[in-house]
T-cell receptor
Framework: KNEVEQSPQNLTAQEGEFITINCSYSVGISALHWLQQHPGGGIVSLFMLSSGKKKHGRLIATINIQEKHSSLHITASHPRDSAVYICAVSRFSGGGADGLTFGKGTHLIIQP | NAGVMQNPRHLVRRRGQEARLRCSPMKGHSHVYWYRQLPEEGLKFMVYLQKENIIDESGMPKERFSAEFPKEGPSILRIQQVVRGDSAAYFC???????????FGPGTRLTVL
């Protein structure tokens, strides 16, 4: 079983729909990250959170530490939101946070 | 303030050659992470470096791969005697300290013929 699990693996929705992507993890973490990757493109960090909720524009990320679960929401989705969304976790080691451990990603397509 | 820079963006090598991938972190960042994304697979951690020190190399293959982050200049990921299975996108990320957000470079796409 992977340490970071995302669902769904693929998601196709219509423009304007409310989108939810889920992430569950099985290890102790110092922080959880949501990343965005466009096809053939680089990786953009959307959120880093260790508790509660963060909002940036139409994107909202929440985390429940007790349940080891996080969600990424997109309101009023748009075709330009089409991308792979990746959940990743960082864990503390003796010298600080380790490198990230990644989920397999959610392929999101927003149709006009 | 330039972001994380990687070069080359695309690199083609024949089997048995060496590949050198460079990463210049964001200004002021002294923590560098290298990740690999194999075709149709997720991202995997390779190595975490601070200036002149390797902090964690638990994700590095035991042979042919090495990484450094000298006092001056970029971080280098070196792959000796490349094989077709090394074909992948290699991303580096940098952070101000281990507790802060990581910023990713555009990646180097390595193709081994």
């Amino acid at each position: 079983k992977n340490e970071v699990e995302q669902s769904p693996q693929n998601l196709t929705a219509q423009e304007g729909e409310f989108i939810t992507i889920n992430c569950s993890y099985s290890v102790g973490i110092s922080a959880l990250h949501w990343l965005q990757q466009h096809p053939g493109g680089g990786i953009v960090s959307l959120f880093m959170l260790s508790s509660g909720k963060k909002k940036h524009g139409r994107l909202i990320a929440t985390i429940n530490i007790q349940e080891k679960h996080s969600s990424l929401h997109i309101t009023a989705s748009h075709p330009r939101d089409s991308a792979v969304y990746i959940c990743a976790v960082s864990r503390f080691s003796g010298g600080g946070a380790d490198g990230l451990t990644f989920g397999k990603g959610t392929h999101l397509i927003i149709q006009p | 303030n330039a972001g994380v820079m990687q070069n080359p963006r695309h690199l083609v090598r024949r089997r048995g050659q060496e590949a050198r991938l460079r990463c210049s972190p964001m200004k002021g960042h002294s923590h560098v992470y290298w990740y690999r994304q194999l075709p149709e697979e997720g991202l995997k951690f390779m190595v975490y470096l601070q200036k002149e020190n390797i902090i964690d190399e638990s994700g590095m293959p035991k042979e042919r791969f090495s990484a450094e982050f000298p006092k001056e200049g970029p971080s280098i990921l070196r792959i000796q005697q490349v094989v077709r299975g090394d074909s992948a996108a290699y991303f580096c990320a940098s952070s101000l300290d281990p507790y802060n957000e990581q910023f990713f470079g555009p990646g180097t796409r390595l193709t081994v013929l």
